[in-house]
C-alpha cells in the first residue's frame, strides 16, 4: 500500500516532492491550497498522520483520523496560509509517512 500527495484543482491533480511553493499572498489575505491523498496501492491503507507546523499555516477540512483509504481511493484536506505582515514563510508538513516543506511569501497589501 502505498500513498501519494498531490495538489488538487479543478480536475487537475499535480504531484507534490519534497517542497511545494505555495506562492506570494498580500498580508492580511488567506491562500487556501486543496491537497489529496491518494492510495495508489493494492491493500487498503490507514491515514493516521496530519500535521502542519509553521508560523501562519492552518489545517481545513480535514477526515477525522485515523481514516482508511482503501485501493485507489482518495481523501482530500486544505492548508490556510494567512499572513499578517509582508515576508517569507515556511511550513512542515506531513501526511503519514510523507514529509513536505511549504513556501510562501507576503507582500504589502496593496
Given amino acids: 500500500a502505498q500513498l501519494q500527495l498531490a495538489t488538487f484543482e479543478g480536475a487537475q491533480e499535480r504531484p507534490v516532492g519534497g517542497t511545494l511553493g505555495l506562492g506570494a499572498v498580500s498580508a492580511g489575505d488567506v491562500r487556501e491550497t486543496r491537497f489529496r491523498v491518494r ?3 493494492v491493500a487498503a491503507v ?3 498522520t496530519l500535521r502542519v507546523a509553521g508560523d501562519r499555516f ?3 477540512n480535514t477526515p477525522t483520523l485515523p481514516y482508511v483509504i ?4 482518495f481523501a482530500d484536506f486544505s492548508v490556510r496560509f494567512f499572513p499578517a ?3 517569507t514563510y515556511s511550513a512542515s508538513l ?3 509517512t510523507i514529509q513536505v516543506v511549504l513556501l510562501a511569501s507576503s507582500q504589502a497589501a496593496a
Fill in 39 to 41: 492510495n495508489a496501492g
Fill in 46 to 48: 490507514t491515514w493516521t
Fill in 58 to 60: 492552518a489545517l481545513a
Fill in 70 to 73: 482503501a485501493p485507489g481511493a
Fill in 85 to 87: 505582515l509582508p515576508g
Fill in 94 to 96: 506531513q501526511v503519514n
